[in-house]
């Protein structure tokens, strides 16, 4: 089966750094996603690791750790937009298949 | 980077009424395409799996006679939602993917039952 567990909320300041923790336990594994989603909108792509390390694009980076089933994504210089949820996913080993955590509201504040 | 559209984008309906939502990859082909359903304050959960001129692979406790799926092209696929009740109400999510991993996402389509 497949079991992903992120906070369900975070809330940080505007123009601090927030990380948001994923732990899967699952079946098969082919890499992991981060969407953002505003509230009534689709998931936007984030990120996607495969390989273990520190992948860093602008001001969002994502961490993985196969062995250890976890990932994070870090949110640097937090701007009032992004004020979403953050959706942590799991690609699994076959028909590509993702299975999403339950999602981590972020309030950013000024 | 890649584009889905979905229509309609806002959907109200009478309940036993049949609703077909439309799911399309702009400037790609799509030889895999997927249904979510999304609940208030709750994560995605995958309905079923589309393939360009197969059967849709639906998940354990979805009915495929309820939710019908048609992936007639590789740039199109459509979901019916049949005698849709109230319960049916949600907030209804496909994406597509050219056989890559990444999962692009269609702008969503909220049903309202009455």
């Known amino acids: 089966g497949q079991n992903i567990d992120q906070p369900t909320e975070m809330t940080a300041t505007e123009g601090a750094i927030v990380q948001i923790n994923c732990t899967y336990q699952t079946s098969g594994f082919n890499g992991l996603f981060w969407y953002q989603q505003h509230a009534g909108e689709a998931p936007t792509f984030l990120s996607y690791n495969v390989l273990d390390g520190l992948e860093e694009k602008g001001r969002f980076s994502s961490f993985l750790s196969r062995s250890k089933g976890y990932s994070y994504l870090l949110l640097k210089e937090l701007q009032m937009k992004d004020s979403a949820s953050y959706l942590c996913a799991v690609l699994g080993a076959a028909g590509n298949k993702l299975t999403f955590g339950g999602g981590t509201r972020v309030l950013v504040k000024p | ?114």
């Open chain 2, 1 to 114: 980077g890649a584009v889905v559209s979905q229509h309609p984008s806002w959907v109200i309906c009478k309940s036993g009424t049949s609703v077909k939502i439309e799911c399309r990859s702009l400037d790609f082909q799509a030889t895999t395409m997927f249904w979510y359903r999304q609940f208030p304050k709750q994560s995605l959960m995958l309905m079923a799996t589309s393939n360009e001129g197969s059967k849709a692979t639906y998940e354990q406790g979805v009915e495929k006679d309820k939710f019908l799926i048609n992936h007639a092209s590789l740039t199109l696929s459509t979901l019916t939602v049949t005698s849709a009740h109230p319960e049916d109400s949600s907030f209804y999510i496909c994406s597509a993917t050219d056989g890559a991993e990444t999962q692009y996402f269609g702008p969503g389509t909220r049903l309202l039952v009455l």
